[in-house]
C-alpha cells in the first residue's frame, strides 16, 4: 500500500464550484504537507505548502490537514476552466529518505 | 532567469548508452531532488542530496548515479540505459517555503 493515497478522479465539475481534493496518508511521521498542480507535460508547481495540523489560504485556494485523521485537503473556491489539470498531494518529513511522498494524482476537468 | 532548469528537455537513446540529465538551480538551495514520473506510480524520489558532495538513495535508485559538485547543480546519470528507465525525470530543489520543480526532460530509451 502506497504511503499516500489520491483517487485519480477525473473529477468534473461546472465552472464556478467549489472543488474538493482529498487525500489520505499512513505515515504517522510525515510533518509537512503540499499541494502541486501538473498542467500536461509540464512539471509540478507549488500551490499550497502547510507545516503539521491547520488551514491555510492562498486566494481561492484552502488546504487543510488534520493529522488525527492522516487527511488532507485542498479546496478550490470559483473554479475556473484554467484549474483543469492533475492535482497532486504530497507529504514529507517522515523520516527515511529526505523527500516527498506522492499520491498519484487527480485529474480535474472544469466545465465552463 | 532564477529557478531551475533542466536539460536536454527532451531525449532518445538506445539501450546500453549512458545518459547525464542536467539541473541547475539558482536559489542556493542546499536540498536538491531526482524524481521520475511514470503512469500508475506518480512521482518517485530516486536521489537526493542535502548539500554539496552529500547525496543519498531514495525509493528507485538503482541504475542510476549522481554527483554534487557545486550547490546549484545536482546531476543523473543513467550508466546503461534500460527501456524501464523511460520516462519524465524532475529536479527539484527545497527552500524554507516548499519544494520546487524544474520543467521536466522526458526520456525514450529504445
Known amino acids: 500500500q502506497k504511503e499516500v493515497e489520491q483517487d485519480p478522479g477525473p473529477l468534473s465539475v461546472p465552472e464556478g464550484a467549489i472543488v474538493s481534493l482529498n487525500c489520505t496518508y499512513s505515515?504517522?511521521?510525515?510533518?509537512?504537507f503540499m499541494w502541486y498542480r501538473q498542467y500536461s507535460r509540464k512539471g509540478p508547481e507549488l500551490l499550497m505548502y502547510?507545516?503539521?495540523?491547520g488551514n491555510k489560504e492562498d486566494g481561492r485556494f484552502t488546504a487543510q490537514v488534520d493529522k488525527s485523521s492522516k487527511y488532507i485537503s485542498l479546496f478550490i473556491r470559483d473554479s475556473q476552466p484554467s484549474d483543469s489539470a492533475t492535482y497532486l498531494c504530497?507529504?514529507?518529513?517522515?523520516?527515511?529518505?529526505?523527500?516527498?511522498?506522492f499520491g498519484k494524482g487527480t485529474h480535474l476537468i472544469i466545465q465552463p | 532567469d532564477a529557478g531551475i532548469t533542466q536539460s536536454p528537455r527532451y531525449k532518445i537513446t538506445e539501450t546500453g548508452r549512458q545518459v547525464t540529465l542536467m539541473c541547475h538551480q539558482t536559489?542556493?538551495?542546499?536540498?536538491m531532488f531526482w524524481y521520475r514520473q511514470d503512469l500508475g506510480h506518480g512521482l518517485r524520489l530516486i536521489y537526493y542530496?542535502?548539500?554539496?558532495?552529500?547525496?543519498d538513495k531514495g525509493e528507485v535508485p538503482d541504475g542510476y548515479v549522481v554527483s554534487r559538485s557545486k550547490t546549484e547543480n545536482f546531476p543523473l546519470t543513467l550508466e546503461s540505459a534500460t527501456r524501464s528507465q523511460t520516462s519524465v525525470y524532475f529536479c527539484?530543489?527545497?527552500?524554507?517555503?516548499?519544494?520546487?520543480f524544474g520543467p521536466g526532460t522526458r526520456l525514450t530509451v529504445t
Open positions: 527539484a530543489s527545497r527552500g524554507l517555503t516548499g519544494q520546487y
Open positions: 505515515n504517522s511521521a510525515f510533518q509537512y
Open positions: 502547510t507545516y503539521s495540523s
Open positions: 504530497a507529504a514529507g518529513g517522515g523520516g527515511g529518505a529526505d523527500g516527498l511522498t
Open positions: 536559489w542556493s538551495h542546499s536540498y
Open positions: 542530496s542535502a548539500a554539496a558532495d552529500i547525496t
